[in-house]
């Protein structure tokens, strides 16, 4: 087992993999880019950075990143806010952690589009949800989803959907921390408050990291929650990067528009990354 062919062996099918449904679908976009490609014709022609001047005088891609931020704004302050502070409380409890472990989890294994679906009934105006707890109070019924609110209102299923998920990871991170530490921190009268500030969090700081980074990396994949409750209207109001260059290539059958668009997407998901990874990857190593 010392020679590398063995290495290389067990690497080969990941290999093929990622070059068959990443490495190559990624060029080929790239190369779709550059060329003019309607209706998903067999034959493409050279467009140069024509798609990207148009991207750029779009107004609509101004929408979308801006509403691409703001999701991931606030989902970076739920998700990651309250997902930590949910596993610094469970954390400490002995009788309940693998029941709240449990409830915590249970949104992620809910199909994306079943939840979609379920918000977009609790938004509808005849029979939503939130209309028949207004009649119930002697209010009248709601537009909920306008142009001014319809961003806000998906983004409040994907902040819900995945707390659970980064709940997990901060505890596993956290049942990582010896509790000789933790013993030694009551010992000299520390107080849970400050133990999770001064001790938890410092030494989950590498987790932390990774939960922003994928907190920022699932913003640019957010599709059909938002497909299924607004379709990214009222006029292209909740439209995101994902959703508009899904309307670019299947409801256009613009090829090489949607191609630039999703360049644009991997490109920013990457910059952020690096850039978060930059600014809060931890110095010391605990």
Not at 66 to 88: C, D, E, H, K, P
Request: charged residues 15%.
């Amino acid at each position: 087992m010392k020679s590398k062919r063995y290495f290389y062996l067990f690497l080969a099918p990941a290999g093929v993999f990622i070059l068959t449904f990443l490495i190559y679908p990624l060029f080929r976009t790239i190369y779709y880019s550059f060329t003019s490609w309607k209706n998903f014709s067999p034959k493409q022609s050279f467009a140069g950075l024509s798609n990207y001047n148009r991207l750029i005088h779009d107004p609509v891609i101004l929408v979308s990143f801006r509403n691409t931020f703001i999701m991931m704004a606030g989902v970076f302050l739920f998700q990651v806010g309250v997902s930590l502070l949910l596993a610094i409380l469970v954390s400490k409890t002995k009788k309940m952690f693998k029941f709240l472990r449990t409830v915590y989890f249970i949104p992620i294994l809910i199909s994306a589009t079943a939840i979609g679906l379920m918000f977009r009934l609790i938004y509808g105006y005849e029979y939503g949800l939130l209309n028949l707890i207004f009649q119930w109070f002697g209010g009248e019924k709601q537009v909920w989803i306008n142009e001014k609110t319809s961003i806000f209102l998906v983004t409040i299923p994907i902040m819900w959907q995945y707390v659970g998920f980064y709940f997990v990871i901060f505890l596993t991170g956290m049942s990582k921390i010896p509790g000789e530490i933790s013993e030694s921190a009551k010992l000299d009268g520390i107080s849970s408050f400050q133990e999770a500030i001064y001790i938890t969090i410092p030494m989950i700081r590498d987790v932390i990291v990774s939960v922003v980074i994928l907190v920022i990396s699932g913003c640019f994949k957010v599709f059909d929650m938002v497909y299924v409750i607004t379709g990214g209207g009222p006029m292209n109001s909740s439209e995101l990067l994902s959703t508009y260059m899904y309307s670019a290539a299947f409801r256009n059958y613009n090829g090489g528009y949607a191609s630039a668009i999703a360049i644009v997407m991997v490109a920013f998901g990457v910059l952020l990354s690096a850039i978060t990874r930059r600014i809060l990857e931890p110095k010391e190593t605990y």
